[in-house]
């Protein structure tokens, strides 16, 4: 049985949003049920260091506008990477999104309570035959790149497009470090041809065309999971807790913009409804470099001790 069809449930009477919600029994919450919104929006930051500015910036716009619409705005904790995230940072967003005056509805989603989906759906794509699985270090990968080709490799919006070397092989066991990719070419022969999705940047909305035949040479075999823990990529589990969680409005950092390929195509395989998107500038600091999450001194708590104040804030970034 197709498991992931097996956990998506329409949420009844979702006419105005035709926004499916992925549920296992568990998770199901009368909320998730009997409240059917037209716009729900979401903020999903890790906890691997303090909120600063950058956060602050794209938590008060997505509440801002689920707000304006009347709509939702859902916190989820991306709390999978174990080795670098910290409960006392955790702690922190909920006291820093506080502060600023955001409230979020519902309860709070923890991906790191979500493993057993995950696992799921990876076993799901794999029983297709969409996966393969993959041992390549990143220096195999940049060798196989470099043999048959001069000049720059060719990137992807995960990083290096894969050469496909492991492609057809089948899980070796419990191999440490071994990844499970999409197979893209089987994944293209199940993808309609040509489908969309809808962008609303800052400027005007668009319609974006993904064409299936280009996804092979422009994303490539991508990362969806690794043996043992922390086995779910970042890209499958946001496109599962987006539609989990009836997400209809995706706002988030112009970082993620070359990613929602992967996502749609995600989607589209898993048979989930695809959000509209929203990328947003990025807050840089003062020498125009892109604020890293290590950097603390741009911390909303560092700005808070110093004396400043929510609308400070707000000022700060641009609101
Ligand atoms: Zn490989």
């Known amino acids: 049985m197709n498991i992931h069809k097996r956990l998506l449930v329409p949420v009844p009477n979702a006419a105005c949003t035709g926004v499916p919600t992925l549920l296992s029994g568990r998770l199901i919450t009368p909320y998730m049920y009997l ?3 037209a716009f729900r929006t979401r ?7 303090p909120l600063h500015l950058g956060h602050a910036y794209s938590a ?3 509440h801002d506008r689920a707000r304006a619409e009347a709509g939702e705005f859902l916190l989820r904790i991306e709390d999978l990477d174990s080795a670098r995230c910290r ?8 006291e820093d999104l506080d502060w600023l005056g955001i409230r979020w509805d519902g309860p709070v989603l923890r991906q790191s309570e979500q493993t057993q989906d995950y696992d799921a759906v990876l076993s799901d794509l794999t029983a297709r035959g969409l996966t393969f699985s993959c041992t390549c270090s990143r220096s195999d990968i940049r060798a196989a790149l470099a043999a048959p080709q001069e000049g720059a490799l060719p990137l992807g919006p995960d990083g290096l ?6 492609r057809g092989r089948v899980a070796q066991g419990d191999t440490a470090d071994e990844a499970l990719r999409l197979d893209m070419t089987k994944a293209t022969a199940v993808l309609p041809d040509i489908f969309y999705y809808q962008e609303v940047g800052e400027d005007v909305p668009a319609t974006i065309t993904v064409l299936s035949q280009t996804l092979v040479a422009s994303v490539g075999d991508v990362v969806l999971g690794r ?20 997400v209809s409005h995706v706002i988030r950092g112009q970082d993620l913009s070359e990613a929602t390929q992967i996502h749609v195509v995600l989607q589209q395989l898993l048979g989930l409804q695809t959000p509209v998107y929203c990328h947003h500038r990025l807050i840089r600091d003062a020498t ?6 290590r950097s603390d001194a741009q911390a909303i708590a560092k700005f808070r001790d110093d004396g400043m104040s929510p609308q400070d804030i707000r000022r700060l970034v641009g609101l």
């Open 87 to 94: 409960d006392h940072f955790e702690a922190q967003i909920y």
């Open 227 to 246: 043996k043992g823990q922390d086995a779910v990529a970042y890209h499958l589990a946001c496109v599962i807790d987006d539609a989990r969680q009836g």
């Open 35 to 37: 409240i059917t919104m």
């Open 43 to 49: 903020f999903a930051p890790s906890p691997t260091g």
């Open 288 to 293: 125009a470099k892109r604020l890293a999450k």
């Open 161 to 166: 497009i894969y050469p496909g070397t492991c």
């Open 60 to 62: 008060l716009l997505a």
